[in-house]
DNA sequence: GCCGTTTTCGGCCCGACTGTTTTCAGTCG
């Protein structure tokens, strides 16, 4: 078992634990080390033997034991046995807003309801309400929650709540009594998908904006309403919290309200051993306020450098901010180039003069050109003859902007397939011709991880590719990506010099964040690329910069940061090695 | 279940809101 079907069995275990009602801090002693598992680099069974991973803070001697026994066995007896007590439709069961574990233990116990649709039926049939604890009201939320479930899953793209919480905000802050407001929680953090909205606002009197808030016309239900706080559901289906507080308390609820919960957890507990207490209205020692004016303030007052929003996942960050050991994160500025763009020549729908034009507004000195290979039929990929005729094509523009001396280069590339055998998709003298070639996987996604993964490394030591695209195909929200065992192919990326894509894409962020930085660390370079079909598309490439920076990426890490006559150095580079 | 420069036992982050209750448990972030 690798370390990530491991931490899904912890982390089934803590939430047993909980629903037997054990000792709570025993089932997060689980979850943590759940997280601790997933996050870790390496593989578990070396960090066994030379008991680096019992020396983990967050796993002990019965930690030890089990992740020993799921590693050497596949399986777990005490797992097993949890298991057989509670029925697995208990797990669905708890996605359901406003249940915990306790409340569907009793709605099990005591009705014998095991799934979402006999809780469904229960609740048509107004039988919750004869349990202890519940009435009406939750009986409905129940029933609008599991509504809810169905029609969206409850998560969110990032581009999509990031558009309504800059929307909202903007509501919002219109308000005269509001003095300070920001966008928080995972969107601030730039997180894939969201759940929510939240955002935080300073003012002497909340009264007058919770009231505004809830007659929005942006807002469809009120969920809850209270003092200081409000949530609601919008009418494009997401929820939204606003929290107000006093301005002298802003920039404590503005970090608590960004989160994570477990960054949030870790920093109370750093400031507990300081001496001082931490909650979203202040920093005490004792019962006396530790001012600070903004969050900068905050992170000083607790002896570390700023932590940006993007890296508040409570993954090393409050190390590396009290050793003062943050990167200094890549910005949209930094990149010099957009890579893996597609025109009309394929299945895009700018011309190719159009897209360098657009490109050259956004900033860049050089576009990436890579229309679909021949293999791709379903998107109009290009046949050899079309391959020349698309150079002619280039070679014209280029010779045009040059003469206009707008500083852009529109480079020959291709996305070519990579093939059930790991080949690209054209035989080596055309593969030769082009500037820049970016290698993905169109088909057969059902292929054994072993396989597919033999198949993406033999692309990596290709010499014609530059690039690999959208590593595990996966589409948030929407289809997982195909069995790959990432790790190896980061390893053969850094040898052999390639990049690999962060395909920017909002339906994508594929290389997932937690991987970039993964590559990040084993010394393979990244490419932030839009895979845009159309000029307003090339701003995508915005999501990707997010998610390099949730993986800890510095300029440097970046190939499409690098000018364009050290971008096309590094690519003869890679020519001289075939 | 984990952890320890006060501790090997007794802590473990903290508060708002809701719904159902007469004082609070459960959920959520």
Redesign the pocket.
Known sequence: MDKHQVAEVLDE?GTL??LR??????????H??ARLLDGLAGELQPMLESGEL?????????????ITELVKTGRLA?YEELRAQFPPGLFDM?????????????IYEKLGIATIGELEYACRENR??TL??????????VLE?IERIRRNRGRFLFSFAEAESIELHRLIRAHPDVLRSAV???VRRRKETT??I?IVVSAER?SGI?EAFTKLPLVET??????????AVLRSGI?A?L??VRDAEFPYALH??T???EH???M??R??RL?L?????GLFRGEELVPCKDEEGLFAALGLDFIPPELREDLGEITGAEARKLPRLVERKDLRGVLHVHSRWSDGIGEIEELARAARKLGYEYLGLTDHSQSAGYANGLSVDRVQAQWREIEAVNARLLTEGLGMVILKGIESDILRDGSLDYPDEVLEGFDLIVGSVHSLFGMPEAEMTARIVKALANPYLTILGHPTGRLLLGRDGYSVDLLRVIDAAAEHGKAIELNANPQRLDLDWRFVRQARERGAKIAIDPDAHTPDGLADVDFGVGTARKGWLEAGDVVNSLNKAEFLAWIAARKTKR
Do not use: W
């Open positions: 275990v634990l909980e009602g054990e000792n709570p801090f025993k089932c997060r002693a689980y943590a080390a019992a020396r983990l803070k967050g796993i002990g001697e019965a930690l030890t034991l089990k005490y708890l996605g359901i807003p406003g249940l915990g574990p306790k409340r569907v233990k009793v919750l309400v202890d604890g519940f009435g009406a009201r939750s009986q409905q939320k929650g928080a929680g995972s759940k929510d939240d909340a919770m009120v969920t809850g309403h209270g003092e200081t706080k409000s949530s929820a919290d929290r107000v608590h309200l989160g994570s919960k949030n957890v870790a109370r507990a400031a507990q001496g207490k931490m909650n979203e209205y």
